[in-house]
């Protein structure tokens, strides 16, 4: 009796071992497909577009790893209650992961809200909501880079040329007069960098003197407008421009072009990102340097982290900070390594 009670437990078992090997074979098929949604605030912003460029290849570099990919893009063109309807319907289809380039930073709960009733993770990149919208839900995540870093890379690039060539103080009154064109208000990179940046450039023992500061929101044509303004208020006395990214660079540059300044009466011009147009230029000597905003690197973790949270495979490898963040590193580009940053180097 006793020695039948035991074959009975072994079979029952032995069964319920088997059923639990076919459900685990089961799962990672249902979950190799990844219906990625990305949702992105404005594709007019030349970064942003390049960005989810990078991003859609590296998506879809994941077949290579066995997964089945589709990719769906939306762009919200710069209104957050077109992006929070774009969300419901990329979840609506089907998306089992989310990778979100906010609009209004300050304002993610509604997306928080739909993709938390259908148990979607959401990757949000580049525009980084608060930290008390982050611990809304176990599923959230960041990918971006550290803005204090971009400026004060851009800091020690300008205090770097502002040694070596003393032309750079035209006046020669021993004090840089500069000017920043800064990014939209409220953006984690605007305030950050600009600040990072001027502070820099004084540990560096630079005299400085601000005689402007204009917003033009990440906007080549709207720096083109604040510098020309800037340029017909102080003329010749502008020696530097802190830029808050490379298109903002290249439209003060588009003033000066327009102004018709000799060379010798510009002055030296400092972005941020590594566009195409950003490297071409550092390249061309009109910009005097960048800093690599790695959008590359910050597409790469972000198909790691979309793949792990779909698979639920390979979660433990990533390595995050406050276990939701990852933030890539800005690195400096100058005349002498742009080379390696172009075409299909990066
Ligand atoms: C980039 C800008 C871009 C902005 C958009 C920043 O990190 O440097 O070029 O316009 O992100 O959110
Ligand atoms: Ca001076």
Redesign the pocket.
Known sequence: MKVKNIQTSVIIIFMAFLFLCACEKQQPDATDQIYVGVAS??QS????SQMVSCLKEELEELENDGFSVSVTIRDAAGSQRTQDDQVEELIDAGCNVLCV?LVDRSNPSEIIDMARENNVPVIFF??EPVAGDMMQWDRLYYV??N?WQ?GMIQGQLAAEAIKENPRIDRNKDGKIQYVILE??PG?Q?AIIRTENAVDTLKNYGIQLEKLSCGIAN?NRAQAQNRMSQMISQFQHNIELVLA????MALGAIDAYQKSNFTESALPVFFG??G?DVGLAAVADGTLSATVY?DKEGQAKAMAELAAALVSGKGLDKIEFKKEKYIYLPYTRVTADNVGEYMGDVK
């Open positions: 605030y404005n912003d030349t970064f942003i380039n580049n525009r971006g880079a803005a971009s990014g939209e953006h990179d990440w808050n990214n490379d298109d941020i990102d566009t905003n």
